[in-house]
């Protein structure tokens, strides 16, 4: 299996993660996002819509969309719970984070890390979006040690990516100290290293 991702977006991570955790066998192919690369004739015939990450799987089918590719990788998998109804649940925790939560606290990263803008710069629509989303995520971990209960899914993995990182875009995880445990957690249970800012 082939990955072509880029290790700065965290959709790219996403794949790597499962890929890692679950000891999946494949070569990682870096893309350059910022210098257009996913606009290549070669990377079209991939994903017509021109994004990381894509898997190329060992029969030659490519997949694209990170929540799609995860979902494949790690059907069968402790990642995703056995139970239908906590697998639905954690669907719904993926399909949030792609609507209600990446185009917030991910374009807001993007934002001051890439193109170099300040937090004061930013919408203030999207910041206080994605202070919503850091809030619905902090009452569901005040009373729970993931995000579908005991113990990590595919969930846990897909808001991991860009909750990490959310300092970096502008919002302090301060108040949200359910926020902060559960990374610390996530990252551990995932052997993941740790990053700093959290604070």
């Known amino acids: 299996m082939r990955i072509y991702g880029d290790l700065n977006s965290g959709n790219c991570l996403k794949v790597k993660w499962v890929c890692d955790a679950l000891s999946l066998p494949y070569e990682w192919i870096a893309v350059d996002t910022m210098q257009g690369e996913t606009r290549s004739p070669e990377f079209l015939a991939l994903n017509p819509a021109g994004q990381v990450p894509v898997v190329v799987l060992s029969d030659g089918r490519p997949l694209a969309q990170s929540n799609a590719i995860i979902r494949f990788l790690a059907r069968d998998s402790a990642l995703v719970p056995a139970e239908h109804y906590l697998a639905a649940k954690m669907d719904e925790w993926l399909f949030w984070e792609q609507y209600s939560h990446e ?27 994605g202070h919503a989303a850091l809030a619905l995520m902090e009452r569901q971990l005040a009373g729970s040690m993931f995000l579908t209960g ?14 990490r990182l959310a300092p970096e ?31």
């Not at 919002?171 to 740790?194: C, K, M, N, Q």
């Open 103 to 129: 185009p917030y606290i991910a374009v807001c990263r993007y934002q001051m890390v890439y193109l170099g803008k300040p937090a004061s710069a930013l919408d203030p629509d999207r910041v206080k979006r």
């Open 150 to 163: 005991a113990r990590p899914t595919l969930a846990d993995v897909a808001l991991l990516a860009y909750t």
């Open 169 to 199: 875009g502008g919002f302090s995880l301060h108040d949200y100290p359910a926020v902060r445990r559960w990374i610390g957690d996530a990252e551990s249970t995932l052997r993941l290293a740790p990053v700093g800012g959290t604070g």
